[in-house]
């Protein structure tokens, strides 16, 4: 997270490697570098992403728990990545980091430091963010003296609640923190729900930001990172807004940022609790009291029963990012974790800083928050696995039916149709469980579902538990050659000679086995007598060389008429 912001000149921050490396209750050992320590921090990052330049920036600090690290050649190209941040600091269970990746820090002059396993992310990154807005609260080369108490609002611990509110009373405009879904996260007065979608659409669609809206301006909380519908946005009464409160509105945006940066890693240790949870499901060691307890750590419920929900929407940041927002209203504490290909492990992406006007929609050069940044206690747990960028979640139902909380996603999935540009929105939800012992199949059939969802041909598309157990579903997941090919040699001759001779033995046939093969059933349907049926059945089989009279046949039949 970058907070310099507009109008900052890079240097005024005094915060230093050395100060971070001289505070006890951090206890950084430095590897390497030992005579770079008087390098500036402009910024914190958390990321274990095998290329991390998109989320870092110079000057950042970079935390990392090397699940990317295979070798040396991946640390040499990760730290080639890195461009010019302030420092990497490893945060791993082992006692010290590989030795090749010390080496090419050491080549490369960046300096290494290591955590203690004892001192979470979390910790480290609230420490250094709070030293920043703290700076940046007391900079007296700012004219605007409400700057100041913007920064210590949050210094002092308050919410973003009374952030907004602070900037409504000071611009006396009304002022909202939304997100690309039209959720109001917080704002200074109530929002109803038409403005909320036109402004969403308005944010998601518009080539350039800030956007206008009915009077109310729309501006990105944050940019550079991958997907606006990933992003949070402020709403404003844009046309009381100019000269220095536009500053205040640039300067919220980066506090707001940087809040929802210092949220993401409180939940730091959560996700980590998810981790290993997910590992060890994946490993097949999984006893039932250590997963219990792990989801107890979690707050996710079972009793009341429990589902898994798997999604696509791009890249890994934006598919936790989607994930999370979509099911914030039903469950406020979602906790994100993160997979490398290969092994579950934490790969949190950096923090973005501030936005700013010109931000250019998906289709030129989109805009976003990385992150979910989650509140609240943790109800559902979610996050993203594999090359395909696949975000994972358990959701207890706590009152919702299955297919309540499967139109809840769908309907917030069509909201950020809007900004999707070239990606797709891919969901799967299981079934239903109410114990944690079927929870690794529960997670496979998510995944699987949301496999057979992307092969739809909608903007957003979703397959549920139910639909995997149903043939047409499985169907979809034959190339459209194949199916056609299969069709047309079991059909294709009763096809032609329907449309030769003005006859209806397709129909009859489907009919046929849509009534189970009931002779009396299908004639009284087809309005035709017994005979006439029997007439129609034998020069079907005469056609296709196959019997009606075999199970196997028949199935073929009815697979061969849903291949349409």
């Not at 006893?287 to 798997?310: F, I, K, N, Q, Y």
């Not at 538990?465 to 050659?481: E, M, W, Y």
């Not at 006439?532 to 009606?548: A, D, N, P, Q």
Request: charged share 20%; aromatic share 4%.
């Amino acid at each position: 997270m970058d907070v310099l912001g507009r109008g900052l000149v890079p240097g005024e921050l005094a915060m230093r490697l050395k100060d971070l490396v001289q505070d006890d209750h951090l206890a950084l050992k430095v590897l390497t570098g030992h005579d770079l320590l008087d390098r500036r921090v402009r910024g914190v990052a958390t990321t274990d992403l095998p290329d991390p330049s998109r989320f870092v920036k110079p000057g950042e600090l970079v935390l990392t728990e090397l699940t990317w690290h295979t070798g040396a050649d991946s640390a040499k190209e990760f730290v080639d990545r890195l461009g010019d941040v302030a420092a990497l600091v490893c945060g791993t269970a082992l006692k010290v980091p590989p030795t090749d990746l010390i080496d090419v820090c050491a080549q490369a002059g960046l300096p290494l430091l290591t955590l203690p396993v004892d001192v979470p992310f979390s910790r480290l990154t609230e420490h250094v963010l709070r030293a920043l807005i703290a700076e940046l609260g007391s900079n007296p080369r700012r004219p605007y003296g409400g700057r100041r108490r913007l920064a210590s609002t949050l210094v002092d611990g308050g919410s973003l609640t009374k952030l907004v509110d602070t900037v409504a009373g000071e611009l006396d405009v009304p002022c909202w923190v939304m997100s690309a879904t039209g959720r109001v996260i917080v704002g200074s007065q109530p929002l109803n729900e038409d403005s909320r979608a036109r402004l969403a659409h308005t944010f998601l669609t518009a080539r350039f930001l800030p956007g206008m809206v009915d009077g109310l301006s729309v501006f990105p909380i944050s940019k550079g990172v991958p997907h606006r519908i990933a992003n949070w946005f402020l709403a404003y009464r844009g046309e009381d807004v100019q000269g220095d409160s536009e500053d205040v509105i640039v300067e919220l945006a980066a506090l707001v940022a940087l809040e929802r940066s210092r949220m993401e890693a409180a939940h730091r240790i959560e996700r980590r609790v998810l981790d290993q949870l997910l590992q060890l499901l994946e490993s097949g060691d999984a006893d039932l009291p250590g997963l219990v307890s792990r989801l107890h750590t979690l707050h996710v419920e079972t009793e009341h029963g429990l589902l898994v929900v798997a999604l696509t929407a791009g890249g890994p940041e934006v598919s936790v990012a989607v994930l999370d927002e979509l099911l914030r209203p039903l469950a406020p504490g979602i906790v994100t974790a993160s997979h490398a290909p290969g092994s579950w492990g934490s790969a949190g992406t950096g923090a973005s800083g501030q936005g700013s006007p010109g931000t250019r929609a998906p289709g030129a050069s989109g805009s976003g928050v990385t992150g979910s940044g989650a509140a609240g206690s943790g109800a559902a747990a979610s996050g993203y696995a594999g090359s395909a960028g696949e975000a994972v979640a358990l959701v207890p139902l706590a009152g919702n039916s299955a297919a309540e909380l499967a139109e809840h996603l769908v309907r917030g999935a069509r909201i950020l149709e809007a900004g999707l540009g070239e990606e797709r929105i891919s969901l799967g939800v299981s079934s239903v469980t109410t114990g944690p012992a079927g929870l690794n199949g529960l997670i496979e059939e998510a995944r699987h579902a949301r496999s057979l969802a992307s092969l739809g041909t909608g903007k957003v598309s979703v397959v549920t538990g139910d639909d995997v157990s149903s043939h047409r579903t499985l169907l979809a997941a034959i190339p459209d050659p194949l199916r056609r090919s299969f069709r047309s040699r079991l059909l294709g001759r009763l096809e032609a000679y329907d449309a030769t001779n003005q006859t209806e033995l397709l129909e009859t046939l489907e009919t046929f086995l849509e009534e189970s093969g009931s002779w009396a059933a299908t004639a009284d349907r087809l309005h035709v007598h017994v005979n006439t049926l029997r007439y129609r059945l034998k020069r079907i089989e005469e056609l296709t060389g196959r019997s009606l009279n075999s199970w196997d046949e028949r199935v073929d039949f009815l697979l061969a008429l849903r291949m349409r």
